[in-house]
């Protein structure tokens, strides 16, 4: 067994109040573990819309959702944030006063003052496939993401779907695969251009196969599979031959093992807090996002900016019982701008804002 990472903080969700809560947690010294079940860091931005514009971030006034994750994500650099992406929280267990164990579906285990519910609309899992007795093969010969390519050298490999992950992966495994076939409904596809020419030209060169139609049926054993039946696009009816299948039908957004958690929610889907400090009804588990309810909650990133900051200061009591808070600018506190890594204008100068554990 290994050991758990101990860490101030475990932010569950790196959407983009996952984010900036890592900024505001900083400042006041505290460090960050990020755990997100998307492969990518980012959140509904990053998923659901990263080419979108946005337009009321306060102070400016045009960015792309993609353009603000980076934006975020390079203001959280100096505090050093450590992700652990492709992971699912599992488990929020209380083992302290305040002291938390948070489990993964992955095995990892970290304990932590304080844990910080950032999960937006839940986690993002993958759309299951309407393959009838496809249950016993997930996650022994059927998988819905790829953790490691390395499982598919050697194997004969189909993946089904027409979207960015389905080509993106076609053309990353077909190196390593023995034989790789991708499947899809229609010959219209929704990746990327650039992504369907490459793998058009695979294709080409007979290095992998390209077939219309659908999967009606998986045999096989023992959670592996040994072929899957395809009706094409003639209605014609044929058996491929393979060791893995890949079907990638998109994502959707469920709630999932938060609703676990013991919190009583609100309209079964979202975590009641106060609005002093978002702190929820344990003592040192925080909400902050579009995942906590409020009077008057308005599910806006500017809205997650404004809890995440108000929850470090509450944070930092439990994690620095003996330090005094001082309220400091970024502006004119040299302390915090050593902290953030940039050079001070000149000496100090009051008034101080945002409270700072006094060392
Ligand atoms: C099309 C669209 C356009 C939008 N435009 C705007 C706009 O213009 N302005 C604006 O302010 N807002 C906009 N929004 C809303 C905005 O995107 C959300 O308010 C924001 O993303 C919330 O951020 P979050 O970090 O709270 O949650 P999310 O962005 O949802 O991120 C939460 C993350 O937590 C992860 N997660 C959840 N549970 C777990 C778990 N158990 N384990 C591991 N990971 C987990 C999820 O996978 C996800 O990545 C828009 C939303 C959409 C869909």
Redesign the pocket.
Known sequence: MTEPIKTDVVI????????FAVFELGLLDMKCHL????DKI????????PE?P????PGVPYTT?HGLVDALLQQTKPFNPQFHLG????SVEKIGDPLFRVK?DQGTEFECKIVVI???????QPKRPPIPGIEPYEGKSVFYAVRKMETFRGKRVLIVGGGDSALDWTLNLAPLASHLTLLHRRSEFRASPDSVNKMMALVGEGKIDFVLGQVTSLSGSDGQIAKATVKTNEASTYEIACDALLPFFGLT?KL???ANWGFELKNNELIPVNTESFETSVPGIFA????NWYPGKL????S?FHEGALMAQKAARYVFPEKRLVFQYTTSSTSLQKKLGVAPERPAAAPQRAAAPAS
């Open positions: 569950v969700g790196a959407g983009p109040i996952g984010l755990v997100d079940i998307l980012g959140g509904q931005c990053a998923e659901l819309y979108k946005i337009y009321d971030i959702a992971e699912m929280v599992e993964t950032a999960a937006g609309g839940g986690s993002f957004m999932g093992p938060v902050i996002g579009d995942i599910k806006l990133i500017l997650g």
